[in-house]
Structures are given as structure tokens and as C-alpha cells.
């Protein structure tokens, strides 16, 4: 990985209702310790670092939701 790049991850986060899909990746860190969240492997996208928020979040305006059911199921 070229420096300035970090890779972020589809996840899922389990609640007492059951599990929610999450409409943003986030670096593997940031699933685990900020959103309690499980990665769903397979779901790796390169990004500058730069395009990350301060809570470790690459959203952008489309979502990975076909990517991420197609993964779960």
C-alpha cells in the first residue's frame, strides 16, 4: 500500500434488534474499537487517508449495499 492510503471495510454491527447494515466503511480499527462492529471480509477498499472523517469513516454518496448483501448471505 502506497504511504497516505489506508484500507477501509464494509461491517455489520450486531444489536439487541439484531444486525444492522452500516451505509460506510471504516478502517478495520475503527470497527472494532469505535462501532463494536464485525468486518465483513472480502469488502477492502484502498483510500487516500485524507478522505476519511474523524471517527475513521469513508462515506461517500454511493453505497456498497448490493457488495455487502451478496457477502452475507
Known sequence: ???????VYSFDVFEAQGRSFVPFKATREAIESRYQGTVIEGT???V???AL??????RRRSGWTEQHLALID
Open 1 to 7: 500500500m502506497e504511504p497516505g492510503n489506508v484500507t
Open 44 to 46: 477492502a477498499e484502498v
Open 48 to 50: 487516500p487517508v485524507t
Open 53 to 58: 472523517d474523524g471517527e475513521g469513516a469513508y
